[in-house]
């Protein structure tokens, strides 16, 4: 049905990187997650009623909650698409992980008034009347509720969306909820066993859960989550297919929604390259980043004595050195600068966050090895965070 829909209403349905096409599929999401929602929580309350089951009705109020949810990812897709201003240049595509905080918090409220009813109903208990009418309701609204898990998160890994994806995960959180609701329905018409009030505090406990990993999800970004490793390799890929590009560094990402990704990083090119061409090749790179990866990129060009023999000696004994200490250890900016008593070699060290050794306790290892290898050398050296991982 989402698949029909995509095909009428939105324009180039296929292409998933575009604005438009991510917030097409973000309001028709909403719009038709508001729909069954509503359905469920109409059946589901009237089962509820019918039966005096505390767990339906329960469960019916949460499908309530859901249409809410619905309605803020809609309005969070909807502002993400807002173009930039000047109070904010970089767009407003977080307002889509907010969305989905926002869903994430409503989860664990409804979780929280769910147990909080449920161990009422286990302290005052109260007869239950099932149907074979209110068991087909539950089972109709387990089989809806895993449909809209199904393409909230096939729609939400093709688009790349946080929001979407806390959707889904409340979807299927339903669906178990609902399942057990279903279990103490039909245990009070084979066994006549009034497990109503327990099931509901299980339930709510599984969406307790839910809702902490769905806040995890969402909250990553907006603190500033490292990048997706797959996007890293494609920036290094796309680089190193260009033959002027004799390595890259300090690569950074700042991710401020879908479609506003910001790349900077270092190239590093011959010195003896021509300046005019080497800038051109440069430009035509950011432009590539921008077309097929849909990420703003700035180049820094870093020229390096490629054709000096003696320095790409020093510099591969020093990264000899550095993997000795740690295989994950990096270089780059080698360069050499001799003088009458001694010869620096100054270069940037990338310390990589599996290497529990402090700066200080690094350098002073680094510095004894060179001195030990060599004790005319003196090391002038720049540690760098590692903001991008390798796969």
């Not at 109903?121 to 074979?132: G, L, R, S």
């Not at 997706?228 to 590009?245: H, N, T, Y």
């Not at 620096?344 to 290892?365: A, E, G, M, R």
Request: aromatic fraction near 10%; glycine fraction near 6%.
């Amino acid at each position: 049905m989402v698949t029909l829909l995509s095909k009428l209403f939105i324009k180039d349905y296929k292409n998933y990187t575009s604005p438009k096409v991510r917030t097409g599929y973000g309001i028709l999401c909403g719009a038709f997650g508001i729909f069954l929602n509503i359905l469920l929580f109409a059946g589901k309350l009237t089962a509820g009623l019918l039966s005096g089951s505390i767990a339906i009705i329960a469960d019916a109020v949460n499908n309530l909650s859901d249409a809410g949810s619905s309605v803020i990812t809609l309005f969070g897709f909807k502002m993400a698409a807002s173009k930039p201003d000047s109070d904010h240049p970089y767009g407003h595509g977080r307002m889509e992980y907010i969305s989905g905080l926002l869903v994430s918090i409503l989860i664990l409220f409804m979780a929280y008034e769910l147990i909080k009813t449920s161990i009422g109903k286990i302290i005052h208990p109260e007869p239950i009347t099932t149907t074979w009418i209110t068991v087909a309701i539950l089972v109709v609204s387990i089989l809806t509720k895993f449909y809209m898990f199904f393409y909230q998160r096939g729609i939400s890994k093709k688009i790349s969306s946080a929001a979407l994806k806390a959707t889904s995960t409340d979807s299927i959180s339903d669906t178990i909820a609902t399942s057990v609701v279903l279990l103490s329905a039909l245990a009070s018409v084979f066994f006549d066993w009034n497990i109503d009030g327990y099931c509901g505090i299980l339930v709510g406990l599984f969406i307790v859960y839910s809702g902490i990993q769905a806040i995890k999800e969402t909250i990553s970004p907006l603190l500033g989550q490292a990048p997706d490793p797959e996007l890293v390799e494609r920036i290094r890929e796309l680089m190193m297919s260009e033959k002027a590009i004799l390595g890259i560094h300090d690569l950074m990402i700042h991710d401020y929604g879908p479609s506003r990704v910001m790349v900077s990083l270092h190239a590093e090119v011959s010195a003896s390259s021509d300046f005019l061409e080497m800038h051109d090749i440069i430009d035509n790179l950011e432009r590539n980043i921008r077309q097929e990866l849909g990420c703003f990129a700035t180049i820094h060009m870093d020229p390096v004595l490629d054709k000096d023999e003696e320095t790409q000696s020093l510099k591969r004994q020093v990264t000899k050195i550095l993997v000795g200490i740690d295989e994950h250890l990096t270089l780059h900016d080698f360069r050499v600068v001799k003088g009458p008593t001694h010869t620096n070699l100054i270069f940037d060290v990338v310390k990589p966050y599996s290497l529990k050794l402090d700066i200080k306790d690094l350098d002073d290892i680094i510095m004894y090895k060179i001195k030990d290898w060599n004790p005319n050398y003196y090391c002038v050296i720049e540690y760098d965070e590692e903001f991008c991982t390798k796969k």
